[in-house]
């Protein structure tokens, strides 16, 4: 049977959910803007995550009072516990580990504070039934892991998408389940990181982000660059950027000039570049890699893997879950798990 909480005692309000509950559906319209703003420009400000938590910590203080010192207090102590204990921090070391971005963690764990625990909501047109909402809820109640659930389960359907897309193209290779072909002459517009390298196929090519920022500090464009490849790929002192601190000892590096032993050929100047920035972890070999690649006077297409902005994914898994639930509890149950 499906479990009833404290919230049936309390006062709904505008007869739909408690006070901390209808607070809590603010994650909707905030994340939804962040989704929007991931996808569109890779960048969310961190004053976008600063609403979730201050909602989260009035919510969390509202339930306090409501359900402290009855017999649901110890339940829903230990799923605040889980929220805050396990689930923010796996937001944390994602990131640490690279498997997030910044702006994912700080979504996962502003999402761990906001929701900890499952939220009740009845259709006003049914409060006298047994519909509430979610209508699939995990039986754990950890409300923040089924979002982080449902945004995994979600974020799995985006191969089969990108596979879909590239078979009427007749591209069967094992780019199509991660990527897509951009013409080279568009990817400075494009976001995501190459699939190609001199060698081949690569899952770890140059960000295009780190591409940009190089052409930047170059002061040049791409096409630039294809037009006159030797001319870049053996840059001359004089196009060095970093004008150093101006000490005895501080000579300037040459590409191969008359001093090797101080520093051996850097092709595209691709270590002078990545000492003074460090372009989202790109190695001197990744960007030279893929310069070489971009600069193929034969090649007019690349492949890009975009990455799945994971905020998108994020945001169709916490609606879901308000919706109909936790997608991996009912998975798992279908299975007879």
Do not use: C
């Not at 007869?15 to 969310?44: E, F, I, N, Y």
């Not at 900890?116 to 519909?131: E, F, W």
């Not at 078979?167 to 002459?185: D, W």
Request: charged fraction near 20%; charge should be neutral.
């Amino acid at each position: 049977m499906r479990e009833v909480t404290a919230t049936r005692a309390v006062s709904l309000v505008f007869g739909v959910a408690s006070g901390p509950d209808l607070l809590r559906l603010v994650a909707v319209p905030v994340l939804g803007w962040a989704a929007l703003r991931d996808v569109r420009t890779r960048r969310v400000p961190n004053r976008a995550w600063l609403p979730l938590v201050v909602a989260g910590v009035v919510a969390l203080a509202w339930d306090v009072l409501l359900v402290a010192g009855g017999r649901a207090w110890p339940l829903f102590a230990l799923r605040v516990g889980l929220s805050l204990g396990l689930v923010a921090p796996l937001g944390y070391l994602f990131w640490r580990l690279g498997g997030f971005g910044g702006a994912d963690a700080k979504a996962v764990m502003s999402l761990a504070v906001l929701l900890p625990a499952n939220p009740q909501y009845y259709p006003p047109a049914a409060l006298d039934a047994a519909t509430v909402y979610p209508l699939q809820p995990a039986p754990l109640g950890v409300f923040s892991l089924t979002v982080l659930s449902n945004t995994v389960l979600v974020g799995l359907a985006y191969p089969l998408v990108l596979a879909l897309r590239n078979l009427p193209r007749g591209e069967f290779t094992p780019a199509m389940f991660v990527g897509r072909p951009v013409a080279v002459e568009e990817i400075v517009a494009e976001y995501g990181r190459l699939l190609e390298s001199p060698s081949g196929f690569t899952r770890r090519g140059l960000d295009v982000d780190a591409l940009r920022m190089y052409l930047r500090w170059r002061g040049v464009t791409l096409k630039e660059v294809r037009a006159a490849p030797d001319r870049y790929r053996h840059p001359l002192p004089t196009e060095r950027n970093d004008p150093g601190d101006g000490s005895v000892g501080d000579r300037a590096a040459t590409d191969g000039g008359s001093e090797p032993a101080v520093r051996p050929l850097d092709a595209w100047g691709a270590e002078r570049f990545l000492e003074a920035h460090r372009a989202y972890g790109t190695t001197p070999d990744e960007l030279r890699g893929g310069l070489e690649v971009l600069t193929d006077p034969d090649r007019e297409v690349v492949w890009l893997t975009p990455g799945v902005p994971f905020l998108l994914p994020m945001f169709v898994g916490l609606v879901v879950a308000l919706s109909y639930g936790d997608l991996l509890f009912v998975l798992l149950s279908v299975l007879g798990v």
